[in-house]
Structure formats: structure tokens, C-alpha cells
């Protein structure tokens, strides 16, 4: 007998409540196919996530639960989630749902690797090393990057797993995907019940898919609990995903609203445009903070973030993330920006990472850092700026003062100038390159071996308009075109 949608809900929600085990309502079911279109699969962007310079157990420098997991790992996770193989359909990321602050002080946008003192605080590293406690032994730019990237991968991982958690528990339900354009189905009894029995705070108000053409709509909004207050905040979540007959290509846009986060009326937005093609998962990511007035126009007809609409008073504290990855492997090229303020002239401070494997799938790689001069993220966006470093922007060299670093001999004058109380900016560009240890650690150190001239500094210093050469030795941008096709 043919059961109608509002049946098949009743079976999830009857099924989720009589469990008395968290997340477990019917038990593990039998595995499927291992196809990528089994199951929910075909409703979601396996492999999409963020990943910087994972790591592969827990070590001292983070337990399980504030590690860094390889992206292979987080798609396998995703995997059996939606095809209703996990023992639980509680995601890691929304059982730990991790809060994280970055402690990592060995660099700073405003100053890159530089030793300097800012309001009371020391910045830098004398040795191209880590300063976070227990972290030491790693490369400076690696530790940075992981700790500044868990900001967003947090959000991201979260806001995938509530995704996760509801596919997975419709298909433990036996309910299927929405199969003719304009079916809806509401997720939201069964969710809502097992969180309730779950122990979570979490009121949802919407949880549903639609069929809309070719693409399969998932939509969310949830309360969470804002960072260290009992009050909540809204977020709305949004997945648009168009598979092809499969699963094992794809293409599409997740954005994410959330309230109460900027001049205490305001929200954060985040919209990520996805695609995979053939090995690799690439996408483009950008973030700002919103003002209220804005907030239902600030997203384009795809749903993604439009940057360049607003004025300087209305968006501020930009982020923008472009990821190149083999998912499987962790190899590929990966840069990550940020602009504090709101001006269209603010060159934004970040830097580009290229990462590969071994013959012992041990990672190793090099990463530029500094600044696109006088270009912030909004105006490379306008104008189709490639985003790489062009030089470094140090906006306040002048208040206080800057250790030249020791690299080789014949780039003092290098070192001088980067960090000159007379120069805030020029074409000097910092490159670090790092290799892991062993799998078991997961540890990223200096790589000398591909660098000739850092001397004890643990970095090397790149005149942008110089040498071409050394320029040459600059990691190349993530190639994202396909992500806007």
C-alpha cells in the first residue's frame, strides 16, 4: 500500500519516540549500496567541508573533540549518515558543536609573522614555530590557519550536520526524497522529537525538503545557544543541491542567516557555492555581518552572498574562503581572507595554501602570506581580481614597532623594510613551507628542505615585484571558476 507524505511522517515521529536511545530511533539498518546516490545521498554535496591541515588522531595538541578531522573523514561520516547506516544520527559537530577562539599567536593580519607588541599583546614568531601551548613543534602558518579556519568550519560542519541528522533520520524512517517538482516534505516532528529526548537545546521551527526542478531543497531554522550566553539565537539554513544522475557530480549553494550578531540587531550571513568535478570539491565561501536593513536583499537570486551591494555602514568584517580539494586525499590549493572593516580600498590580509601528498599519504606543502594591496575582498570580487598576495599591508607599523626577522643574509634589506616604521605596506610577500610528520601525530613542521633561504627565521621573505624566480615560488590560487558556471 501506497503511504501518503503525511504517513510516512507519522511513521519517522512514532518510530524516533518510542526509541529510548539518543538518535537511534529504528537501529542501524542494512547497509545499502555503496553508490553515492543511495540512500539521502543524492540530496546532499557529499565531500563538502573545511579542512585545513587535519589531523588524523588525537594528539596533545587536540583531543577528539577539538581536532581537526581529514576531510575523507567527515565524508564518511556524512556517507553513513545518509544512508542511514550510522549506529546514531547525531553528527560530531552538533555534539560537540565547539565554539572556537584562536589562541594562536604567531601571527596576526596586521602584521603576518612579524615579532611585534600590539595593545599589551605579542604577536609573531622569532622561529617560523607555533606559540599556542602544546603546539609548538608545528609550523606557524599551519597552526594559524587551522585555528583561524575552525571560525567558519565550525559553523559549516554544524550547520551540515543538522542536514545530515535530518536525512539520516528520514531514511532510518524509510521516507524517501521528494520525487516530483514541487513535492515538500516536513521533517520537523521527527527531528524535533529526538532532539527533545536527546537532551539538546535546540527548537526547531522548519525542517523540510523540496523538489524544485533538478535541485533538492533542504530548509532549517533553528535556535542555538549563543557563544557562552543562555540566550538563543535564530539560524536559518539553506541547501540548494543539483546532483547529476548519481551523485558523483554536483553543484550548488548553501547559505546560513544568523541573528543577533552584529550591533546587537544585526546577523552574520555565510553562503557557500559548491561543485564537484571529478576528483575534487570546489567551492567558494564568503561571510560578513549584515546590518538589519539589508539582510533580505544581501542574498543574489542563487542565494549567495552579494558583497559588493552594500554601503560601508551596512556590511562590515568580511571573510572569504576559496577551496580547491581532492576529498579522498586532502591534496589541493586552498587561500582564506579577511577584511576587518568595510572599505572597498582596505587591502585584505590572508594567504594561499598548496598542499600535497606523499607516497605515504603524509601531507606537505608551502603557503604565501600577506595582503592584495589597496583591494578588499569585495572589490577583487566587483572587479575579478585574482585573489593571491601582492605584497603586505601592516596598517599600524607606525604605533608600535616590528623585529625584522633573521632570514637569509642577502634578504636583510628585505627583512628591514617589512617591517619598517615608515613603510605600512609594499611588495615584500612571506612564504612558509611545512611538511607532516607521521600519520599518528598529525603534526605539520617546518619543511627547510624546500625553502633556501628562511636562515633561522623558519620563513622565507618574496619581493613580489622582484626576482621572478622567487616570485615564482608563490603558491598558486584554488582554481574556483567551475563553483560560478
Not at 514541487?182 to 529526548?197: I, P, T
Not at 557562552?228 to 539565537?233: F, I
Request: charged content about 20%.
Amino acid at each position: 500500500m501506497k503511504l501518503s507524505s503525511r504517513q510516512k511522517i507519522a511513521m519517522v515521529s512514532s518510530c524516533v519516540i518510542a526509541s529510548s536511545l539518543i538518535w537511534n530511533a529504528c537501529g542501524k539498518k542494512k547497509k545499502d549500496s555503496d553508490s553515492e546516490s543511495s540512500g539521502m545521498t543524492a540530496a546532499y554535496p557529499l565531500g563538502l567541508s573545511l579542512s585545513i591541515a587535519p589531523q588524523s588522531t588525537s594528539t596533545a595538541l587536540a583531543d577528539d573533540s577539538e581536532r581537526e578531522r581529514p576531510l575523507k573523514e567527515k565524508k564518511e561520516e556524512a556517507e553513513q549518515m545518509l544512508k542511514g547506516e550510522a549506529d546514531s544520527c547525531m553528527p560530531k559537530a552538533i555534539k560537540t558543536q565547539r565554539k572556537p577562539i584562536n589562541d594562536e599567536t604567531c601571527y596576526q593580519f596586521d602584521q603576518d609573522m612579524a615579532v611585534g607588541t600590539n595593545n599589551g599583546k605579542t604577536f609573531g614568531t622569532a622561529d617560523g614555530k607555533a606559540k599556542k601551548t602544546g603546539n609548538t613543534s608545528e609550523a606557524c602558518m599551519v597552526s594559524f590557519a587551522r585555528e583561524e579556519a575552525k571560525q567558519v568550519s565550525s559553523l559549516v560542519d554544524e550547520t551540515l550536520g543538522m542536514i545530515q541528522m535530518m536525512l539520516c533520520q528520514a531514511q532510518k524512517g524509510g521516507q524517501g526524497l521528494p520525487s516530483n517538482d514541487g513535492d515538500v516534505l516536513d521533517f520537523k516532528a521527527g527531528m524535533e522529537s529526538a532532539a527533545s529526548n536527546g537532551g539538546k537545546v535546540m527548537p526547531l521551527t522548519k525542517a523540510t525538503m523540496t523538489k524544485s526542478g533538478s535541485n533538492y531543497v533542504s530548509e532549517i531554522t533553528a535556535q542555538f545557544p549563543l557563544p557562552g550566553q543562555s540566550a538563543m539565537a535564530t539560524r536559518t539554513m539553506k541547501l540548494t543541491h543539483n546532483p547529476n544522475g548519481d551523485n558523483s557530480a554536483y553543484k550548488g549553494v548553501l547559505n546560513i542567516t544568523m541573528d543577533k550578531t552584529f550591533s546587537g540587531t544585526g546577523y552574520q550571513m555565510m553562503s557557500i557555492q559548491y561543485a564537484k568535478v571529478d576528483s575534487k570539491v570546489k567551492y567558494e565561501l564568503r561571510v560578513a555581518n549584515v546590518d538589519s536593513s539589508i539582510k533580505d536583499t544581501a542574498l543574489d537570486s542563487r542565494g549567495v552572498l552579494d558583497l559588493s551591494s552594500a554601503t560601508n555602514d551596512k556590511m562590515t568584517a568580511y571573510k572569504y574562503v576559496a577551496f580547491d580539494m581532492n576529498p579522498e586525499t586532502g591534496e589541493g590549493n586552498m587561500s582564506y581572507w579577511h577584511n576587518p572593516g568595510s572599505g572597498m580600498n582596505e587591502a585584505a590580509r590572508g594567504f594561499v595554501f598548496n598542499i600535497s601528498a606523499d607516497s605515504s599519504s603524509l601531507l606537505k606543502g608551502c603557503a604565501s602570506s600577506g595582503a592584495i594591496r589597496d583591494t578588499s575582498i569585495r572589490k577583487a570580487l566587483q572587479n575579478s581580481t585574482t585573489m593571491a598576495p601582492s605584497g603586505f599591508f601592516h596598517p599600524f607599523q607606525n604605533t608600535y614597532t616590528l623585529t625584522a626577522p633573521s632570514v637569509d643574509s642577502q634578504d636583510q634589506g628585505l627583512a628591514t623594510t617589512w617591517t619598517s616604521a615608515s613603510n605600512n605596506q609594499g611588495s615584500i610577500i612571506a612564504r612558509q613551507c611545512f611538511k607532516q610528520a607521521d600519520a599518528a601525530t598529525g603534526v605539520y613542521g617546518i619543511d627547510n628542505d624546500s625553502m633556501t633561504r628562511e636562515g633561522t627565521a623558519g620563513f622565507e621573505l618574496i619581493d613580489f615585484g622582484g626576482d621572478a624566480n622567487r616570485k615564482g615560488l608563490l603558491p598558486t590560487p584554488p582554481d574556483v571558476a567551475t563553483v560560478k558556471q
